[in-house]
């Protein structure tokens, strides 16, 4: 998997001579394509052979046609594609974009074959959202380490606002001349900084897709950071450090109180917002000093902070939201690491551009607006008004886990609440969000391994779009710990209530 640096110019529009039926050679096809009316330049092409390309463990299970392109856009940026065109017998009409993750500078293969090998019919494409990972401390963040994209701001709006938007129409072009029409349909599926670009495109670019899958999104970009820093304060004493330990501890305290709410003891909270469970209750003695059966003062005080999320200094406004009870077994990145990787760095490069500020000394008042002003208006995608999507007939699927170890889960409880009150009332027709009970930042969460984390969002999805199905329940499946258990996933408000039969079966469970 690599492209060409060289570049090859070619002409207008994306055509290429394919007879009806047929599918085209693969190199013969991408070396006439014509591209420039979309900024694109052809970079080079081959044909793989079915369980000839691997990503992360995972081979294609049909043989495709890769095309890589490159995109220029803004004063002398690029972005770098590639889209892979299944034969014309696996091939249904469909297009599938897939987002990014992290800070982004490289295409998500993993993501890319997922949907290859899905069985819906999809020609794939994926980006690199218009900057490399290798130019940018390899796509990771750390305090005073200068990264590039963070100081341009045409690659800060390609990385999650315009990453997909950027590549989607010449993508589609090389989709329609290699199959002698354009896709039927158009879908998009990211997770995380992938999540937040799918909102991008719901307020930004309403018109490209038919359906958007946003899962653990992070479209409220500047204040998730806001979050880690203010996480990673909280715990930053040894006295209010909580250790691993410390923190199983809590989340065991937690479904001892809770775990029946559902109807089930699986160790599992079905909805953590309706457990009453009180950390006050873990408080150690006076005369206790051993923090792994009890909490300090200091470390109640964390946690409670944790739980309470970041505040206004001076407003008590509530800047994100906090975590839920139940996830507490994976808060040990939010004592510093998230910092150090996406907080410090946007804080240092982008609001500030000194790469000796001190994060430390953020005030949690005045600097909430420099925040808002020099990051918030690139990295957000926030506007509750999304008419332009909903009178494009767009759907929208959203994915949740609540015990997420980066993202709050109620973060995307509380915009779906933000746009149904700009819409005054339900926007179930076109807006669901389903919430995932145990569930990780795109995935398993480690300290549920019973719980499983493939979601059949994908298939609910096009139902939707295409036969006008909505979603009224997903299956998950293949949890980490290799058991056949699967798991109903609820349109949120409801929740899964064991109902009778196996408790390992979601066909026990009913949306309530």
């Known amino acids: 998997m ?79 594609f590639a889209t892979w065109l299944p034969s014309r017998k696996a091939y249904e009409d469909r297009f599938m ?47 005073g380490v200068y990264i590039p994209y963070l100081h341009d701001e045409e690659q800060v709006t390609a990385w999650i606002h315009d990453a997909i938007s950027l590549y989607t129409p010449a993508a589609k072009a090389l989709v329609a001349a290699y199959y002698g029409h354009g896709a039927r349909h158009a879908y998009y599926d990211g997770c995380s900084t992938g999540g937040a670009q799918g909102f991008a495109l719901a307020q930004y670019h309403p018109e490209l897709f038919d359906g958007i899958i946003a899962g653990s999104p992070g479209n409220w970009y500047s204040h998730l950071a806001l979050s880690f820093l203010w996480n990673a304060q909280h715990t930053a004493s040894n006295a209010s450090k909580l250790s691993q330990e410390t923190l199983n501890f809590i989340a065991n305290a937690t479904l001892d109180a809770c775990d029946l709410n559902d109807g089930v003891a699986d160790r ?131 994915t949740q886990g609540w015990a997420d170890a980066y993202n709050a889960a109620t973060w995307p409880i509380q915009h779906l609440e933000q746009v149904e009150n700009f819409f005054d009332g339900s926007v179930a027709e076109w807006f669901r969000l389903f919430m995932v009970p145990g569930g990780g930042h795109c995935g398993a969460a480690a300290a549920y391994k019973n719980v499983p984390t493939t979601y059949h969002t994908v298939a609910k999805l096009v139902q939707w779009v295409e036969g006008g199905d909505a979603p009224e329940e997903v299956l998950s499946k293949n949890p980490p710990d290799g058991s056949s258990r699967t798991r109903k996933l609820c349109p949120w408000p409801a929740t899964a209530r064991y109902a009778s039969g196996d408790v390992d079966d979601w066909n026990s469970y009913m949306c309530e």
């Open 97 to 143: 974009a897939v987002g990014n993750g992290g800070m982004a500078g490289t295409i998500d293969y993993y993501g890319m074959i997922t949907q290859l090998n899905a069985g819906m019919g999809f020609a794939v494409a994926g980006g690199n959202a218009g900057h490399l990972a290798s130019e940018n401390n390899d796509g990771g963040g750390a305090p």
């Open 268 to 398: 599992l909270i079905e909805n953590p917002l309706s457990c009453n469970f009180t950390i006050d209750s873990l408080a150690c003695n006076l005369t206790a000093t051993n923090s792994s059966t009890c909490l300090t003062l200091a470390q109640l005080e964390a946690a409670k902070a944790i739980y309470a999320g970041p505040v206004h200094s001076d407003s008590g406004t509530q800047l994100y939201p906090g975590f839920d009870i139940g996830s507490e077994s994976s808060w040990l990145y939010q004592e510093g690491l998230l910092s150090n990787a996406f907080s410090v760095p946007i804080l240092q490069s982008l609001v500030y551009d000194i790469l000796s500020y001190d994060a430390s000394t953020f005030n949690w008042a005045s600097d909430v607006a420099d925040l808002d002003a020099k990051a918030g208006t690139l990295i957000d995608e926030i506007d509750p008004d999304l008419s332009a999507f909903k009178n494009c007939g767009g759907k929208l699927l959203v």
């Open 2 to 80: 690599h492209y060409s640096s060289a570049f090859l110019a070619i002409a207008p529009l994306a055509s290429a001579l394919v007879l009806p039926g047929t599918t085209p050679d693969c190199t013969s096809f991408a070396q006439s394509l014509q591209l420039s009316d979309y900024n694109a330049t052809y970079l080079n092409a081959t044909q793989y052979a079915a369980k000839s390309v691997s990503g992360y463990g995972v081979y294609n299970a049909i043989p495709f046609c890769e095309v890589y392109a490159s995109i220029s856009y803004g004063s002398n940026n690029t972005l770098v």
